[in-house]
């Protein structure tokens, strides 16, 4: 295909429309920012009425989402919020690798091997990503009951896996109608297997457009509330639904507490949408436009 | 002089013709024995199946039945199509459509709406605009949770900033979720804030696909701005615009977290949509039954949607 030099990357914008931009996207931030600084205000300062934008700032609440104190005020707990950190982070990186192996693997075979009902197929397994979670859950959570493996580990990897994966397969079939096939045929020419083929030759070609589909997953994974909600136990829990037992506290919702996990739990997803915001706007698409 | 040369171009051409000839030969038997798909799909399918495809059936089958899932040694008593009859006739699971209905078409009309303005700000080069759009791409990194129970602050009519931004005007505290229709206004602004920089991501990929001659070639030709857009761009841009339209309305037709954080359904069941709605009657009332009839219904309606989104891809790499 041709390069065609596309319009907005030619033209830099004017002084007016950056600086529009900027307010723009300032005013945008405001509820973000309004949550970090939460994170470090005092009770007092958290609910003070009119809202206060400058106060002494405070590192309680921090220490606090991980610390309690004993009802007699000897002793240090642990919230237990340590592992639900743990959780998200082995939940989420688990489910996308499956989703990403799972769905590269298939892709291949949509992209380049010989399969009657093509479109067939890609069409369901496009539903299967459109139906609401929560129809989903009613029969996985019976399902699980049944099993034995309702909160386990493998229960919810498993279903973040499978919920990953009509994107991941969607994505990266995108990616591979892309390549180029003369090198592949070459190979093929040669003997190469395909799964060969599909490990030397095509993934190295599409590093980008593993980190697009991987990040997009990432994200959902790593937000997700309803089936964490829903197939976790107390041991599996991620933060997200570790987040609302605070709200849920019996002394009112501490805010600041609130604000502090919400900002740390934000942290990880800001750096690697920072870093890979090329690609997180090709993953919006599905994959769909053309590069 | 020629000799060599002729020979050496006869020599050139006589490589070239075998290359072709063993290029063509190859893709031919390529295809023949290209391998069957079948080993490489199956285990992504097995793992759909699982997860997917299998709780569906046991979903489509309980639907027919009364059945508790909280009582698993009463047995199932058969209803046949009683639970859909049921629910088709219930004036309050037309509400809760209605109120889906409603939320979706405010919330993507003005995610729209934000995002295509954002896009317009967003799609040339400027110093600092990775940062700047950091800004707004911010808000769908969130999870919902967070963004929802903080909302739920904002909207507190003693502490929140909301009330605190009207109490000047009307000397009174203002409560957003008050009433039926400042509670789902709320609601769709949390949602529209939350997602419109998803949109602005669609129409700026959307962006990238205009080339740029065509938009000098409307300036050479002194076309009007407007013309411009309708004639050069707005083309480029239709297909990503149906998709974000479609994908949005999918998505926000299964929301959830939002609304559960924010109003949980109030005042009333004025802000209950299909969502919260399986989920009382799945998880409250554990009326299993009932609760998968009402996702079969749901399902229904998505794979009518996805349908249509299917085609506008279909449509946008046909156009490509």
Request: aromatic content about 14%; hydrophobic content about 55%.
């Amino acid at each position: 295909m041709e390069e065609v030099e596309s319009f907005p990357t030619r033209r830099p914008a004017g002084l007016g429309r950056t600086l529009v931009a900027a307010l723009v996207g300032l005013v945008y931030f405001f509820p973000v920012v309004w949550m970090i600084l939460a994170a470090f205000k005092t009770r007092a300062d958290a609910l003070a009425t009119p809202p206060k934008l400058f106060f002494t700032p405070t590192l309680e609440h921090f220490w606090a989402s991980f610390h309690r104190l004993s009802a007699d005020g000897a002793r240090v707990l642990d919230t237990g919020l340590e592992r639900n950190f743990a959780n998200s982070i082995g939940i989420s990186l688990t489910s996308v690798g499956l989703a990403l192996i799972l769905g590269a693997i298939a892709a291949y075979g949509f992209a380049r091997l010989r399969l009657a009902g093509r479109d067939y197929y890609m069409f369901y397994i496009l539903v299967l990503r459109m139906v609401p979670p929560i129809t989903a859950i009613v029969p996985l959570y019976f399902l699980f009951r049944v099993t034995g493996l309702g909160g386990s580990y493998a229960a919810i990897v498993l279903v973040y896996t499978a919920f990953n994966l009509p994107f991941a397969i969607w994505m990266l079939k995108s990616f591979m109608d892309e390549l180029h096939l003369p090198i592949e045929e070459a190979a093929r020419l040669d003997g190469s297997s395909e799964m060969k083929i599909l490990w030397r030759i095509c993934l190295p070609q599409m590093r980008a457009g593993i980190a697009a589909t991987a990040i997009i997953a990432f994200v959902f994974t790593w937000n997700d509330f309803l089936f964490s909600l829903l197939l976790t136990s107390v041991d599996t829990r991620t933060v997200p639904v570790a987040m609302t037992r605070v709200v849920g506290a019996d002394v009112g919702v501490d805010w600041g507490v609130f604000a502090a996990i919400g900002t740390i739990y934000l942290l990880p997803v800001l750096l690697i949408a920072f870093f890979l915001q090329d690609q997180l706007t090709r993953g919006a698409t599905f994959g769909t436009v053309p590069r | 002089m020629p000799a060599d040369e002729v020979s050496t171009v006869r020599g050139g051409r006589g490589v070239s013709n075998e290359m072709a000839a063993t290029s063509v030969n190859s893709s031919e038997r390529g295809s023949a024995s290209l391998a069957r798909a079948g080993p490489f799909i199956a285990p992504a399918l097995a793992a759909l199946c699982a997860i997917n495809a299998l709780p569906f059936l046991w979903s489509i089958g309980v639907s027919f039945f009364h059945f508790r899932a909280d009582r698993m040694n009463t047995p199932p008593r058969f209803l046949g199509l009683g639970n859909y009859l049921d629910l088709i006739t219930d004036p309050d699971i037309w509400e809760h459509f209605t109120n889906t209905g409603v939320m979706i078409a405010c919330s993507v009309s003005i995610q729209l709406v934000v995002g295509a303005g954002l896009a317009f700000l967003f799609h040339r080069r400027f110093p600092g605009r990775r940062w700047v759009l950091m800004l707004v791409l911010t808000p769908m990194l969130l999870s919902t949770v967070a963004v929802g129970t903080f909302f739920s602050l904002f909207y507190d009519p003693t502490f929140g900033i909301v009330s605190a931004f009207v109490r000047p005007f009307t000397g009174a505290a203002f409560a957003p979720l008050g009433t039926p229709f400042s509670a789902t206004a709320s609601l769709v602004a949390a949602d529209a804030w939350m997602w419109s920089p998803f949109v602005m991501l669609l129409l700026l990929a959307g962006l990238e696909g205009v080339p740029a001659y065509l938009v000098e070639a409307a300036e050479v030709d002194r076309a009007s701005n407007w013309r411009r857009f309708w004639t050069v761009i707005f083309p480029a841009i239709r297909g990503v615009l149906l998709l974000a339209l479609l994908f949005r309305t999918i998505e926000s037709f299964n929301m959830f977290d939002l609304i559960y954080t924010i109003t949980n359904g109030g005042p009333g069941t004025s802000t209950e949509s299909v969502s919260t709605e399986i989920y009382d009657t799945a998880f409250v009332l554990f009326e299993s039954g009932r609760a998968s009839a009402l996702g079969n219904i749901s399902v229904f309606v998505v794979i009518v949607l996805t349908r249509v989104y299917f085609r506008a891809i279909r449509l946008r790499k046909e156009a490509a």
